[in-house]
């Protein structure tokens, strides 16, 4: 947040909706977390069929520790999933698995949007971690040269969160498509996959809006200074 001022009621509405989002993720995991899937595949069994049918035999699927940790890296070539996804059947296990492999199948097709989101990955490191310390400085000591080095850093934070946008919805309409072709059974089940999966997804507009209102804040702060 940096520090508060007038322009914070950008941020409220936000706010709302990422409070309201996390609470459906965790909602839905764990209503469906209680539900098993009518094939009873766990979720690395899953993850290991559909990377096997897009004939993707050179990615590996491991289980870690924590909850919703669950990830993919283009560098190692890794499915990393939670040991409830890993082994579990429920149809939350099988959907997030289906979702991160889903990433894993974008990486070996080249899809651009993940290609360009990883290339700037660093960018957007420096981006968050620098952007509020310079702008704040800046807008203190009135010195334009750190705010805008601020807004342009945080811009790249920015951009990492929109090109996110894309990456995470194609991830799941592959996994919801995997999932309907033969691995769940009934509309029931595909109801449960959806409901985990979209809530999934309004995880990441709450919080590319909220980057995207932080560097409204900060071009109005910005023009304050002028």
């Known amino acids: 947040m940096f520090f508060f001022d007038s322009t914070m009621i950008l941020i409220i509405p936000v706010l709302i909706l990422a409070f309201y989002a996390q609470s459906k993720v965790k909602g839905n995991y764990e209503k469906f977390k209680r539900v098993q899937n009518s094939a009873n595949v766990t979720g690395a069994e899953v993850a290991e069929e559909i990377l096997h049918r897009e004939g993707i035999f050179d990615v590996k699927i491991v289980d870690i520790e924590g909850t919703l940790s669950d990830h993919y890296n283009p560098k190692t070539k890794e499915v990393s999933l939670s040991k409830d996804i890993f082994f579990g059947s429920s149809i939350s296990a099988i959907s997030i698995a289906a979702h991160e492999v889903g990433h894993a199948i974008q990486h070996a097709k080249g899809y651009s949007f993940l290609n360009f989101r990883t290339s700037i990955v660093p960018l957007a490191n420096i981006g968050s971690t620098a952007a509020f310390p310079l702008f704040f400085i800046g807008f203190l000591f009135r010195t ?83």
């Open 144 to 226: 334009g040269f750190l705010m805008d080095l601020g807004i342009i850093f945080f811009s790249g934070a920015f951009l990492f969160h929109l090109i996110t946008l894309p990456v995470e919805f194609n991830a799941s309409n592959r996994a919801f498509k995997q999932l309907s072709n033969g691995i769940v059974h009934n509309d029931e089940e595909m109801k449960g996959v959806k409901a985990v999966l979209n809530a999934a997804a309004l995880t990441y507009v709450a919080s590319t809006l909220m980057a995207l209102m932080q560097l409204v804040r900060m071009l109005i702060l910005r023009g304050s200074r002028n």
